[in-house]
């Protein structure tokens, strides 16, 4: 069985972002970059199903400028067998990226698609859904645990208020979150191995996708900033400003 | 103009968050009305019928959609939507499952977790972990939206009389089936509907301790929710969780008790009316944002709270 991963090259989650002064955009300059936290995810479990013989190869994709192969050399130093680089420059839509993985997906026939539920930066949580319904697939989004079952995936999902399971016949797609499972690092050696693997670089046009813009960023600010209130001495007087001050307890 | 808001329900009540939706379907403009898909569902379609400011409700009865599988859900979405302008749910995670296939359905871009409605076609929402809030405009002549329920204000669930009308196509893909669900059963109000909640994080050092805040929340009537370093640690269970990847909570009061404040904490929090932080690291970050700020050792604040409320 084959799958595919796909990784995306974001601002390392430990950067504090801002907004321009200005407000044209938000201030990246000179700050640190990494592969998505949820997409780190991903690659680790295709890494596992490989390493359990279920999966036989992983191929690990990108969509981004030339940059992005430093992430798909950190998917190949975990595991990955080898990688897709879908060229383009600056950023592009969901909708874009998951028409783009359609053409990936159509070239490469994997029985599983694993993608991060959201990328850190721009917070919409789409491609994974995007992709499943442009290619037809049953999508298990949000997963804790991932069992292959014969042809068919059982995913556990977070959802609201608790856990769901859901049968997808394969091929499907799969999309992380937080507690799938814990990645693990990359080793010296497998970093230097990294370096060999195939690295295979794909265009918009080889794939038969029309770059489009739907939506246009008109500016960024910070969020609206709370004022710090006061300390309280002890807990008779927190309960008095309570009651009496916010008026939010009887 | 006309808008139609998917619902979220249980097939037997609505969801509070399908409320806020509403409001902010209406401050787009033109008609509010409600999908409302899933099996034996009359009960959830009559409570949409009654929420002020719809005009109309369409229901979708089918067995296909009794589980909200996104498979088959999007399919119905995205055929009702050819009458519609807009295609609005509350970004809850059955919405985040299924309308972003919606948008692909019809090639259009979808707009997640919107805060506020600038104009038709302009909208903010928070981005870098509601580090930067983007003011975002669409071009796309259908547009579908997700909503942070917490940004808006819920529409009154009583007073409407919309017209109620079947949906008679049935989408079943074929490709996914419902196999379990494990959904915690609890006497306390719902997290993110809840009017105050009490939070515990790494402080509480362990799942027992926990238990302190069972009192709190009893008294005044609080949901109980945790940092994912307590859901990390296996002090609870995920589902409780608030924070940037967990639920985002804006109760008239908020108490957090022994979390520092991390910013993927506080981007799940911050617009809470009131902050409360019981934390006995006086630099923990918490109170930088606490209206009300106590330091204290959570283990004898938490039984001299619960005995003065």
């Known amino acids: 069985m084959k799958v595919l991963v796909a990784v995306k090259r974001v601002v390392d989650y430990n950067v504090k972002v801002r907004a321009k002064a200005d407000g044209s955009d938000v201030d990246l300059n000179n700050v640190k970059m990494a592969i998505n936290p949820f997409c780190e995810i991903a690659v680790e479990e295709a890494v596992r199903l490989k390493e359990a013989g279920v999966a036989t190869e992983v191929v690990a994709v990108s969509v981004g400028p030339k940059a992005c192969q430093e992430q798909l050399r950190t998917a190949l130093a975990l595991g990955a067998d080898r990688a897709i680089q879908v060229e383009v420059e600056g950023s592009v839509e969901p909708l874009v990226v998951a028409k783009l993985l359609k053409g990936v997906v159509e070239k490469e026939a994997p029985q599983l698609v694993i993608l991060g539920k959201q990328s850190i930066d721009g917070d919409n949580n789409q491609t994974g859904q995007m992709l499943g319904a442009l290619t037809n697939m049953a999508q298990g989004t949000f997963a804790s645990e991932v069992k292959i079952d014969g042809d068919s995936v059982n995913v556990t999902r977070e959802i609201d208020g608790g856990l769901q399971t859901v049968k997808l016949t394969l091929p499907a797609i799969v999309t992380t979150d937080l507690r799938l499972n814990e990645p693990r690092y990359a080793s010296l050696p497998n970093i230097m191995k990294a370096k060999k693997k195939p690295l295979d670089v794909l265009t918009a046009d080889d794939l038969g996708v029309a770059i489009s813009s739907h939506v246009t960023q008109l500016r960024v600010e910070p969020p609206a900033e709370r004022q710090a209130g006061i300390k309280v001495g002890d807990v008779a007087q927190l309960v008095d400003k309570l009651k009496n001050e916010a008026k939010v307890i009887a | ?309």
């Open chain 2, 1 to 309: 103009m006309s808008t139609l808001v998917l619902a979220e329900h249980d097939n037997v009540s609505l969801k509070a968050a399908t409320l806020s939706a509403v409001t902010a379907a209406s401050q787009m403009g033109g008609d509010v009305h409600v999908l409302v898909a899933g099996a034996n569902c009359s009960a959830a379609a009559e409570a949409a019928a009654a929420v002020a400011g719809v005009s109309k409700v369409l229901v979708a009865d089918n067995a296909a959609y009794e589980h909200q599988l996104a498979e088959n859900v999007s399919l119905l979405v995205a055929e009702v939507a050819a009458d519609y302008d807009n295609v609005v749910a509350a970004a809850t995670s059955a919405a985040k499952n299924t309308l972003p296939r919606v948008a692909a359905l019809l090639d259009v871009a979808q707009i997640s977790e919107i805060m506020s409605v600038e104009s038709a076609d302009t909208f903010k929402r928070p981005i870098y972990a509601g580090n930067v809030i983007a003011t975002v405009q669409s071009s796309d002549a259908k547009k579908v939206i997700t909503v942070r329920a917490t940004s808006f204000d819920a529409a009154a669930a009583e007073g409407g009389s919309a017209a109620i009308e079947s949906v008679v196509s049935v989408h079943d893909a074929g490709i996914s089936t419902f196999v379990g669900e494990e959904v915690a059963v609890s006497d306390r109000p719902e997290l993110t509907a809840a009017s105050v909640v009490i939070s515990g994080g790494r402080g509480m050092q362990n799942g027992e301790t926990c238990k302190l805040l069972d009192g709190i929340a009893d008294k005044l009537n609080a949901a109980i929710g945790a940092s994912r370093a307590a859901v990390d640690a296996g002090f609870v269970p995920n589902d409780m969780q608030v924070g940037q990847t967990g639920k985002i909570v804006a109760p008239e009061l908020y108490i957090a008790v022994g979390i520092s404040g991390a910013i993927q904490h506080l981007a799940g929090m911050k617009d809470s009316k009131v902050i409360v932080a019981i934390n006995k690291d006086e630099d923990a970050p918490i109170f930088q944002v606490a209206d009300y700020g106590l330091v204290a050792d959570l283990f004898s604040a938490l039984p001299e709270l619960e005995a003065a409320i």
